[in-house]
């Protein structure tokens, strides 16, 4: 099954920092999501954004899509202690979500 | 609302015994997953159901693990018998239509070890 690839695979930032990650997908795609991970807890879901949007916003998350590209990137703004997490994309065919191997973003406060 | 359920919360088994575990979805959630998640990588799907019939199964080894989900509801998953390779986080999620268009909420899952 199709899978998202994360890039880059750790991050560590200061707090009150942006951080960035991207995804990219090899197939055509009916949506993708985006969800987080504390550690030893299960994920948490963000946001889904749909093949034919190229943007979304929720709180400090903003998602872009681009599908000839095919990557997504999640941005974190003004990022928080409380961010420190693993963050996963996943893509959505024929109702069937397949997970990245995840970023690692630390954030230092 | 109550989240996903599961449970064990952890199991430590010795390679060749067998395990169970349960889960238990929101309530109304038609759609029900198994994810195994070994540690570093991206969980990866084991089975999903609609309802209580099989959507997709085809990264399930079949050899050793089989899961069910009688009366559209709870749902257990179970390994016979155990390879150290199985040692990982087991998530059960539950979504409440198909995931084109509903996102998965999941369970805080079970972590197993194979010794």
């Known amino acids: 099954s199709q899978q998202g690839e994360e890039d880059p695979q750790a991050l560590s930032i200061q707090e009150g920092e942006n951080a960035t990650m991207n995804c990219s997908y090899k197939?055509?795609?009916?949506?993708l999501q985006w969800y987080r991970q504390n550690s030893g807890r299960g994920l948490v879901h963000l946001i889904l954004?749909?093949?034919?949007?190229r943007e979304k916003h929720s709180g400090r998350l903003r998602v872009t899509l681009d599908t000839s590209k095919k990557s997504s990137s999640l941005l974190i703004t003004a990022s928080r202690a409380a961010d420190t997490a693993s963050y996963f994309c996943?893509?959505?065919?024929?109702?069937?979500?397949?997970f990245g191997k995840g970023n690692q973003v630390v954030v230092i406060p | 609302e109550a989240g996903v359920a599961q449970s064990p919360r952890y199991k430590i088994i010795e390679k060749r015994q067998s395990v169970a575990f349960w889960c238990n979805p929101i309530s109304g959630h038609a759609t029900l997953y198994w994810y195994q998640q070994i540690l570093g990588q991206g969980p990866k799907l084991l089975i999903q159901f609609q309802n209580n019939g099989v959507v997709d199964d085809s990264q399930l080894p079949k050899d050793r693990f089989s899961a069910e989900r009688l009366k559209g509801v709870d749902s257990t998953l179970k390994i016979q018998p155990a390879k150290l390779e199985d040692s990982a986080v087991y998530l059960c999620a539950s979504s409440l239509g198909a995931a084109n268009n509903s996102p998965l909420h999941f369970g805080n899952g079970t972590r197993l070890t194979v010794t």
């Open positions: 954004i749909r093949s034919n949007e």
């Open positions: 197939t055509s795609i009916n949506n």
């Open positions: 996943a893509t959505v065919t024929n109702n069937r979500l397949a």
